[in-house]
């Protein structure tokens, strides 16, 4: 029966709700209760039937009779269990307290909560692993566990237990020592909580509470139960009671004689450096609340432990005494206190043996610096401490070497800091700080430039609309800013999505601010200026981009971009191509003219230029789409031509009956969904690898003739000579997405697009598919890539297709992941070379490499392979390169070469007790890779690798 319940509770786990729709729940748990109680259920089988008990109990027992019962069944069990079996005593009490939870039975004290309380009360004060039984001890800190968590979920179910967990903490001298500290001072916060909502309450009930013993438990369990039923809807006791506003604590009017309270108080805090950060964390966070809700408790009861908070490196403990100092201010906290934090802050902020984490929460925590006055307790928005001076803010200066994050914190703050001195300060230093900042930005926007990284890009821009989030009104910065985004535009024009971000971000938060209006206004003078003549297609296509953008702005001229269309449509090379894509961005820039208020003084040349299109472009359908527009254009009047235009942009092309139009739109309806381009928003079919199989190098060097002389001299003589540049082959199938849609099971003029994700390989060119049927064989892709550096890519895909329908869509298609072994060809050598002629080029490289060329490196890699999987593994992946023979038994050369021009040698060799693997290569950077490959390679044995 164990397979069963194996693959039952798998399917469970896997989805419970679809599990538990599928069958009755009742008679599922009835059947895991009665196995459970089966005696001749072995130890593994039990384990595993409490596992959806453990984490489902609110699917399992939803309501409380069904969670009584099941209770009371797992106890019963638990009775029974064999004392020896200490894990699974575990789990069954871990599953209780969860099904007592969920069914809300502890909150309702029932029978099987309060009995099961018992039972947890008894294993926690059962002593017997003071003589080093572990197995007891284990289930005493289960026990603990369980007993937080009702209290956690059930406030105030242990509040008459305090001298008894009082006790436990005193007498318990091993690990368990902070749990049962956790456990008394989360009782003890949930019950002065408590008194502070009963009316009347004060002192003499404080010090029952503390005094309480056991036999008052049964003689209140009943009043207790209806407390708790009328403060069911209380959150505030599960939450924490010092995060927000402190006007908001309850008190508890107790006087000034609290000593009971504060005796107990000050052994917790005598305690305190015995436990672990974490639990140090938690204990103060509940004494902060005590202290808060206690008057007649003063908050300098924690002054012997802020010495040691004060000159903690623990993030955790740092954090509480900041929400110590949020709580108390300068009631506990002077004014050299308040200094010394904020100081101290400032130094972690910038250590260098921390991590980039711990630095953005240091610079979080002085951006949210609770202050002794003013008061700055629950004010969400950031603002800088009146102590942080520019001085001790200069610290802080951000650099071009900072990370992405950091960087921009610092910036952040910088900014913060310059809108404090720009107010207090006048005169000569006025300005300081802002030149500063701008010098930074400047020096970002230098890398961007000259070819920065991805991350950088990304940093710059964020950079950017900080800077222009604070100082968008210095008129001086924002235009030379605009100035240098014009630059960078034309420098980079894969930037424009980029730009165009900046400039809706900018004008969605920035109400008012005219500046993006004012960048939109120079990138078209910039575009429109430019030469034409040294324009290429991929910086057309952006340029087209941003001239729509500006196009939907009200305010700015559209007449340069008029010309500048004109220009470019008359081009005998763009007429020629026919490029689809090319001609939609400029029907793109179309369309939103017609939308442009000043359409009437664009009516002539715009419909020059659709008349152009319609006329002479290349490709059939931008011809129908400028034709279409133009007929708008010089028919209908601009207020109909807008509702035309919204009209075809309705989602699924859908008609929207709009009564004050007339029958040119009604007519023109169904031709404007016929030749817009709709969106398809999952994937239609996908590109899956036909062979993965290295193939042989194609366009590489020209190979010469073998020659006399030094192998390595004659190899290296092919790469001297002119020759296209090496590349791999790889093959894809077109196939549906499973299950294929009907309206797409019949596919024509498919156009596929790439669009890579880094760098390390040249620009793909598109690739035409006539067809694609279901019924018919998928057909086979040739993807030829030239790689700049060998490293694994993601390739974005996207395609345009017509349906059968005659519909025209865009779909993405699910990228394609070129892997690092994809990039491995055989060796480039004439085919005449012999196998020692190869293994003389091979050892020339080895020594080469080992010696000390810059950019050369070498590496071990061992593995536990027998002789059979270790040539298992050389047939299945590295046969196409292996230069010794196969059936050597001393050791293996591989070599890969891997294009450009990089190569990676291995030695495989077999010791005493592992495979080595000694490995030479010229390029230090793919050891990450190869390292990485071998371990996936030799995993896929099901061995152990070291």
Avoid at 181 to 208: C, D, F, I, P, W
Avoid at 296 to 305: F, K
Wanted: proline content about 6%; overall charge negative.
């Amino acid at each position: 029966m164990a397979p069963n319940w194996t693959e039952r509770i798998s399917a469970f786990c896997r989805s419970p709700s679809g599990f538990l729709s599928g069958t009755n729940p009742e008679a599922f748990l009835s059947e895991l209760l009665r196995e459970l109680r089966d005696d001749r259920a072995s130890y593994g089988v039990k384990v595993l039937l409490l596992s959806p008990l453990c984490e489902y109990a609110g699917l399992l027992c939803a309501t409380g009779c069904a969670g009584e019962e099941t209770a009371l069944d797992l106890m019963s069990v638990f009775a029974q269990c064999p004392t020896r079996w200490a894990q699974f005593r575990c789990h069954l009490l871990v599953a209780l307290t969860g099904v007592l939870v969920c069914s809300s039975c502890a909150s309702g004290r029932s029978r099987a909560s309060l009995d099961f309380l018992d039972l947890l009360l008894q294993i926690a004060q059962d002593a017997g692993d003071l003589h080093g039984d572990g197995a007891q001890r284990c289930l005493r800190a289960t026990a603990c566990d369980c007993l937080r968590e009702m209290e956690a979920s059930c406030p105030g179910l242990l509040s008459q237990r305090l001298e008894l967990l009082a006790g436990l903490r005193q007498q318990e001298s091993c690990r368990l020592h902070q749990a049962y500290v956790g456990l008394q001072v989360l009782v003890l916060r949930n019950a002065v909580y408590q008194l502070t909502q009963e009316a009347g309450a004060g002192a003499a009930h404080l010090k029952a509470l503390l005094g309480g013993n056991t036999s008052a438990w049964e003689a209140e369990q009943e009043a207790e139960q209806e407390a708790s039923q009328a403060d069911g809807g209380d959150s505030a006791v599960q939450s924490s009671l010092v995060l927000g506003p402190m006007g908001r604590v309850p008190s508890l009017h107790t006087g000034p004689d609290c000593k009971e309270l504060r005796s107990v108080l000050s052994s917790l805090l005598e305690e305190s450096y015995l436990l672990t950060p974490l639990c140090q964390a938690a204990l103060f966070h509940r004494l902060i609340e005590l202290v808060a809700m206690v008057p007649g408790i003063p908050p300098s009861i924690l002054r012997a432990q802020l010495l040691r908070l004060l000159g903690t490196n623990e993030v955790c403990l740092l954090h509480v005494t900041l929400l110590m100092k949020c709580a108390f201010t300068d009631s506990l906290f002077s004014a050299e206190d308040e200094a010394f934090l904020l100081k101290r802050l400032v130094v972690l902020s910038q250590h260098p043996l921390l991590s980039a984490p711990d630095k953005l929460f240091y610079m979080d925590c002085i951006l949210h610096f609770p202050e002794n006055r003013p008061i700055g307790c629950g004010d969400s928005d950031e603002a800088l401490p009146v102590l942080l001076t520019p001085q001790l803010a200069s610290a802080l200066l951000p650099t071009v070497f900072n990370d992405s994050a950091t960087l921009l914190a610092r910036l952040n703050l910088q900014a913060l800091v310059y809108l404090e001195e720009e107010g207090e300060e006048e005169g000569e230093e006025e300005g300081r700080g802002l030149a500063y900042i701008y010098e930074h930005l400047t020096a970002l926007l230098h890398i961007v430039e000259g070819g920065g990284s991805r991350d950088i890009v990304v940093t710059f821009f964020r950079a950017a609309y900080l800077f222009l989030s604070y100082f968008h009104r210095v008129e001086q910065y924002s235009a030379l800013l605009s100035q240098q985004l014009c630059r960078l535009y034309l420098l980079h024009t894969q930037l424009a999505p980029n730009i165009l971000n900046l400039v809706q971000q900018t004008l969605h938060s920035l109400a008012g601010c005219s500046w993006a209006v004012g960048l939109l206004r120079g990138l078209q003078g910039a575009i429109t200026e430019a030469p034409l003549d040294q324009l290429t297609l991929p910086d057309l296509s952006c340029h087209l981009r941003v001239l729509a953008r500006v196009a939907e702005e009200a305010k700015i001229s559209q007449r340069s971009s008029l010309g500048f269309l004109s220009a470019v449509v008359t081009r005998s090379s763009l007429r020629a191509s026919g490029d689809w894509r090319l001609g939609n961005g400029v029907l793109g820039v179309c369309r939103r003219l017609l939308l442009h208020p000043s359409l009437d003084s664009l009516l002539i040349p715009l419909a020059d230029i659709l008349l152009h299109l319609a006329c002479n472009y290349g490709d059939t359908d931008i011809q129908d789409h400028a034709r279409l527009y133009y007929a708008l254009l010089t028919t209908v009047s601009w207020e109909k031509l807008s509702a035309v235009l919204a009209q075809s942009a309705a989602e699924g092309g859908g008609q929207v009956k709009r009564p004050t139009l007339s029958g040119v739109m009604a007519e023109s309806e169904g031709l404007v969904h016929t030749l817009s381009v709709h969106r398809a928003e999952t994937a239609v079919f996908q590109l899956s690898e036909a062979r993965p199989q290295p193939q042989p190098q194609t366009g590489g060097p020209p190979l010469a003739q073998d020659e006399g002389g030094g192998a390595l001299e004659a190899y290296r003589a092919q790469f001297r000579e002119a020759g296209s540049a090496p590349q791999i082959t790889l093959q894809y199938r077109l196939t549906h997405t499973e299950p294929p849609h009907p309206r797409f099971e019949q596919l024509f003029s498919i156009r596929l697009h790439f669009s890579l994700t880094d760098q390390n390989y040249e620009q793909l060119q598109d690739v035409s598919v006539p067809c694609l049927f279901t019924q018919r064989p998928a057909p086979v892709l040739r993807l030829t890539l030239t790689p700049r550096q060998p490293y694994p890519t993601t390739i974005h895909v996207s395609a345009v297709f017509t349906s059968s329908d005659g519909l025209t869509w865009h779909a993405p298609v699910p990228d394609i992941h070129v892997s690092f072994q994809h990039t491995f060809l055989p060796l480039p050598v004439p085919p005449a070379w012999s196998r020692a002629r190869r293994e003389e080029l091979f050892q020339e490289l080895w020594e080469e490499m080992c010696g000390e060329a810059s950019g050369c490196a070498v590496s071990l890699f061992c593995c536990q392979l027998g002789g059979a999987a270790l040539k298992a593994l050389l047939q299945e992946h590295f046969l196409p390169f292996l230069l010794s023979h196969p059936s050597q038994e001393d050791g293996f050369w591989v070599l890969l070469f891997l294009p450009p021009r990089s190569h990676l040698l291995l030695k495989i060799s077999c010791e005493e007790d592992a495979v080595q693997f000694n490995m030479a290569t010229d390029n230090w950077q793919l050891l990450p890779h190869i390292n990485a490959y071998l371990l996936r390679i030799t995993c896929a044995q099901d061995l152990p690798v070291t």
